[in-house]
C-alpha cells in the first residue's frame, strides 16, 4: 500500500471519530516512510549498532526489484556474520563505503558462506573489507567484486 493510500485511509479513520484505526495507520505511514527511505539513510547515517544496520538493510530490500533484493540479503548475511563474530562496527567505516559494500555484496558473501572455518572466513574477510576501503569509487569495488578469486 502506498504512502497516499494510508493517509486517505488515516484521514477518513480520523473523520469517522476511529482514533485507534488511525493511530494504528499513522504507525504504518511511518513504517513505509522507513522503509522507502532506508537506503538513502544508510548513505548518511551511521548506525549506532549492527542491529540497527541489518534492520535498515532488511527495509531496503523490500520493494526492491529480484536482483536488488538478492544484492542486499547477501549483504545482509554479511553483516551478521560480523556482528556475530564481533567485528567492530566502525571497522566498516560507514556511511562512507555502504555502496561499496553493495557493490560486493556477492563476492563477501561467497566468503561468509564458503563453509569454510570461522578463522579463514575472518582471515578472507577482514582484508577484503580492507580493500574495498581503499577503492577511490564504487567502479573500482565493482571491478574488484567481479574478478575471480584465485583459488576459487
Known amino acids: 500500500m502506498t504512502i497516499d493510500e494510508l493517509i486517505r485511509q ?3 479513520a480520523l473523520q469517522a471519530g476511529k482514533c485507534e484505526e488511525a493511530l494504528s495507520l499513522l504507525d504504518s505511514i511511518v513504517e513505509e516512510i522507513e522503509r ?5 539513510w544508510l548513505q548518511k547515517h551511521q548506525p549506532e549498532s549492527y542491529d540497527q544496520l541489518i534492520r535498515k538493510v532488511e527495509q ?3 520493494g526492491l526489484a529480484p536482483s536488488g533484493r538478492s544484492e542486499l540479503a547477501q549483504l545482509e548475511r554479511v553483516f551478521i556474520w560480523c556482528r556475530d563474530h564481533s567485528i567492530e562496527l566502525a571497522a566498516l567505516d560507514l556511511p562512507k563505503q ?3 559494500y553493495r557493490e560486493s555484496a556477492g563476492r563477501l558473501d561467497a566468503i561468509v558462506s564458503s563453509g569454510a572455518e570461522e578463522a579463514q572466513i575472518g582471515q578472507e574477510l577482514l582484508p577484503a573489507i580492507e580493500v574495498i576501503k581503499s577503492h577511490r569509487t564504487r567502479a573500482d569495488t565493482r571491478k574488484w567484486a567481479r574478478t575471480p578469486r584465485s583459488g576459487h
Open 60 to 62: 531496503a530490500r523490500v
Open 36 to 40: 522507502t527511505n532506508a537506503w538513502a
Open 10 to 12: 488515516q484521514r477518513t
Open 98 to 100: 555502504v555502496s561499496k
